[in-house]
């Protein structure tokens, strides 16, 4: 939720994002690549819009 956060919200970069989940130090043990393939199916320009979050930049 932290990594959407980041992206949708503070307008980090996916990889940036995932990278502070795996390596930040968050305790992180989920099974990774389907993780990693969820968060990249996510449509962040509709997540800001339905949030309204639209001045938010990916």
Not at 7 to 19: D, F
Request: net charge negative; no cysteine; charged share 30%.
């Amino acid at each position: 939720m932290a990594a959407v956060y980041r992206v949708a919200v503070q307008g980090w970069g996916r990889e940036q994002a995932l990278n502070e989940m795996r390596d930040g130090g968050y305790g992180f043990d989920a099974p990774w690549e389907e993780v990693r393939r969820h968060f990249y199916s996510l449509d962040f320009d509709r997540l800001r819009r339905d949030a309204g979050l639209n001045h938010v930049p990916e």
